[in-house]
């Protein structure tokens, strides 16, 4: 028996070098994301976790919206901060009593580049855990990466999305997850069904680029 309503997202997000022509968007896009859904009907906590080189804990089990400030640097350990932030997670909701525990997980992983720094997880671990997660606890997984970099997700076994690495493409790709987390938690699916590539949007328009 989990508790109804109670929803739990980890969201685990790139701050390395890269994304620094677009950390405006980003950061922004990050913020307004949390705002809302903590604007939603429901319980909700947030595990906010930021990588580059080295993973760090931004928030953990927060029943209020953090506001977020993205400082990029370093390299990109995709696979231990995935990894590392599924264990973590899972030991927090193992903690809870049956009673406590969230009718819902939602893990999002977003990203600009490519593996390249990680040292403890390989992706046939990653993706143990992922399959674990989902077949036993009915966690939803989804993965935003820039342009080429989606098909991470997808070798990871997760629902992978592919946004244009621009700060408008940044921007647009966390609107559309927003939308799609609100859907998600409204009809308590227990999947994202985002499109595979997200276009650009003319953010004064409104119309794809």
Not at 13 to 37: C, F, H, K, P, Y
Not at 142 to 149: D, I, K, S, V
Request: aromatic fraction near 6%.
């Amino acid at each position: 028996m989990t508790k109804s309503n109670y929803t739990h997202l980890t969201l685990v997000v790139d701050r390395s070098g890269s994304m620094e022509s677009i950390r405006d968007d980003a950061q922004g896009g990050i913020n307004t994301l949390l705002r809302e859904q903590f604007a939603e009907d429901g319980e909700l906590t947030v595990t906010l976790v930021e990588f580059d080189t080295t993973i760090d804990t931004v928030v953990r089990m927060t029943d209020a919206a953090p506001t977020y400030t993205l400082v990029p640097r370093g390299s990109t350990a995709l696979l231990d901060a995935v990894g590392g932030e599924i264990v973590r997670t899972g030991e927090n909701l193992a903690a809870l009593s049956d009673e406590q525990k969230p009718e819902q997980v939602l893990f999002v992983v977003v990203t600009d580049g490519h593996e390249n720094a990680s040292v403890e997880y390989q992706l046939e671990a990653v993706r143990n855990l992922i399959t674990q997660q989902r077949d036993q606890y009915n966690w939803a997984f989804q993965f935003l990466g820039a342009a080429e970099t989606a098909w991470q997700g997808r070798d990871m076994g997760m629902s992978s999305s592919s946004f244009t690495g621009t700060g408008r493409g940044q921007g647009t790709a966390y609107n559309r997850l927003n939308n799609e987390m609100k859907e998600v938690r409204r009809l308590k699916k227990q999947m994202f069904e985002m499109e595979e590539v997200i276009p650009e949007v003319d953010d004064e328009s409104g119309n794809s680029a």
